[in-house]
């Protein structure tokens, strides 16, 4: 038994680092989200709730909710439920929230009422990540697909390929969004008319789809 690589005590005094932001590194994907949503209007993209009710019970700030969905969609966590255990015991939603920990119902809910802005917030996400080469050295894994982020090889788009890039964006979003409403509803969170409005039926999408002109601008 020796002869194995030894675990550590469970009761044995530990000294782990005192503070949060030390556990996530200085170039984790995950820092990107945030200083993204941190820069976002949500108001003008269209998210209810930016400002708060002068009465009755804080809510959760709509940014912070929104960074708990681009970090679920970028790893593909398509469930309510999922995405609240994952506030409770994932380190790098720790950090990304400031250990917030909505339940699945509030999460459940914030899809349901800010449904196009959220896409439209996720498909600025990627282009901005196209555009920077955040993720030269990544592939993020949308649902069962493989879509490859720029790299320094791959600078000569036209005008065709960058219609099925954007397009590619596109289904893989309508793609997690429809799981999470079909999780949901499977675990009991939405009834029947509980469903997000596709994109084109709130006009909200506009201002999405105006941002992410900006950034290829």
Same mark, same amino acid.
């Given at each position: ?8 005590? /469970? ?44 009465? *009755? ?24 439920? /999922?995405?609240? /255990? ?33 896409? *439209? ?43 099925? /890039? ?40 506009? *201002? ?10």
């Amino acid at each position: 038994m020796t002869r194995f690589v030894r675990s550590e005590d /469970r009761r044995q005094g530990v000294l782990l680092p005192e503070y949060l932001d030390n556990y996530v590194a200085e170039d984790n994907p995950v820092r990107v989200i945030d200083v993204f949503v941190d820069e976002l209007d949500l108001g003008a993209l269209g998210f209810e709730g930016v400002i708060p009710e002068a009465t *009755g019970r804080p809510a959760y700030h709509p940014g912070a909710l929104l960074k708990i969905y681009v970090y679920g969609y970028i790893n593909q966590i398509a469930s309510s439920r /999922r995405l609240e /255990r994952e506030t409770h015991r994932n380190v790098e939603l720790m950090w990304l929230t400031g250990r917030l920990t909505p339940d699945f119902k509030t999460i459940a809910d914030f899809r349901k009422d800010n449904g196009p802005a959220i896409r *439209g917030a996720c498909r600025q996400f990627i282009a901005l990540c196209q555009q920077l080469g955040l993720f030269a050295h990544a592939v993020a894994a949308i649902d069962g697909s493989k879509f490859k982020a720029v790299n320094a090889r791959d600078k000569n788009f036209t005008k065709a390929s960058i219609q099925r /890039r954007m397009e590619q964006v596109e289904a893989s979003i309508e793609r997690y969004m429809a799981a999470l409403e079909t999780a949901d509803r499977q675990e009991g969170e939405l009834t029947p008319g509980q469903v997000c409005p596709p994109e084109g039926q709130d006009r909200r999408a506009q *201002g999405a789809d105006a941002g992410i002109q900006s950034h290829g601008s």
